[in-house]
Structures are given as C-alpha cells and as structure tokens.
C-alpha cells in the first residue's frame, strides 16, 4: 500500500513537480486535497522556522505525516537579506518585477554581488522533525536577462553557468536549482526508510 504524504502547499507547479518524483511510493496530497483552505500565517525569522511552522500546521490538526518548504535569496551584500523577506522584498503584495528592480537599485554600483538561493524543507513524520537543505551559490547579474522561470530567475546567474536562471531554461535550471538540491535530500531520507 502506499503511503501518504501531505505536502503543505497548494503551489500546482510545486505539487506536479514532487508528485513526478514521489509517485511510485507515495501518494502525495495537497492542502487543498486536506481540505486546509488557511493561508499559514509565516511568522519566524529564519527559512527553518517558517518551514517548520506550515508543517506543523498541518500536522498538529490532522496526525499526518508532512513536509513544506520556504525559499530565500540570500544576498552577501545585502547581509544575508531579503532571506524570510524574499518573496515580499518591495511590497505587500507579491510584486516579481517590483522585487528584482529593488534588488538592482541596493546593488547598484557594488562589486560583490554574491548571493545564494536556499531551500529548506521541513518533515514532521510521527511527530518528528527532520530538516533538509538544498543551495545554489551565484551571484546576482547587473541587469534582468532571460524570459523563462519566475521570481528572481531573470537577475539570478548560477556559479559557472554564464547565464541567469531564466535564460537557462526549466530543464537546466532543475537539474542544479536549490529546490531540487532540496527535494534530493528528501527524496534520499525517504528512500531509505
Ligand atoms: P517560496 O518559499 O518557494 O514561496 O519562495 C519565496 C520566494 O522566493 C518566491 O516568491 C520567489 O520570489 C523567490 N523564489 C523562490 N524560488 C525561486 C526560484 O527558483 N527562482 C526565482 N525566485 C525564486
């Protein structure tokens, strides 16, 4: 029999990506599959903390085995920053276009433009806690490039790629991504079970 997951996001592409992965041993289910309609109110002030906190959401209401993610872009510049505030870096409101021209605005004129994406996922399984990490190092580019991917994809050049992220294209990009690097590491606990 299978076993069953709950991956605490309602992200679709997120959700099609694990499911590929997972689906010859597990059975995979969203929150929306768990009937979980809250938006999980992320509230530390570390990728670890956030993780952990949707995992728990989920597992401290229903008993079932979970992970979640968070992902920051972590900017030497920058101190490290946006980090937790990645995906609302300009606005309130989730704003892509708005994010990346602020990013080249605190970069303007510096040299070290070193930044890293990190992943973290959080597995609550029988109660507990198991972190994985998965980082890509790179720097960030001077200028958006590329049209594919999302996010910071346009301003993001992986080391020794030559390229950003959207100019690399899906296929590239998962191969060496941080989320992949991520969901290997879990993918490698799992399997070992
Ligand atoms: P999340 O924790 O996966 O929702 O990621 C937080 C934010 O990081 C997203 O809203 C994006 O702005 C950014 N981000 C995460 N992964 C990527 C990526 O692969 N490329 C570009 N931006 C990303």
Redesign the pocket.
């Known amino acids: 029999m299978k076993r069953t997951l709950v991956f605490a ?1 309602n ?1 679709a592409h ?1 959700l099609k990506e694990i499911r590929e992965i997972l689906t010859e041993r597990m059975e995979v289910l969203s929150l929306a599959d768990i009937h979980i309609e809250a938006d999980i109110p ?1 509230t530390a002030d570390t ?1 670890e903390g ?2 952990l906190i949707k995992a728990h959401y989920v597992y401290d209401r229903t008993g079932l085995d979970c992970f979640a ?5 972590e900017v030497d510049e920058l101190g490290g920053g946006p980090g937790v505030h ?4 300009a606005s309130e409101v ?1 704003d ?1 276009e708005a ?1 990346t021209q602020k990013l080249l605005r605190e970069l303007q004129g510096k040299t070290n433009r070193k930044a890293r ?1 990190r ?1 973290v996922i959080a597995l609550i399984e029988h109660g507990e806690e198991r972190l994985f990490n998965g980082v890509v190092e790179g720097e960030i580019a001077t200028s958006p490039k590329g049209t594919e ?5 346009p301003v ?1 050049v992986p080391e020794g790629a030559g390229q950003t ?2 100019e690399m294209g899906e296929e590239r ?1 998962n191969e060496i ?3 992949a690097r991520a969901v290997a590491q879990l993918m490698a606990y799992l399997n070992q079970e």
């Open positions: 996001t992200n997120k992320e990728l956030n993780a993610d968070d992902t920051g872009l990645t995906a609302r870096y989730y892509p994010n994406f992943t991917g999302f996010g910071y994809d993001f992220f959207a990009k991504s941080h989320r």
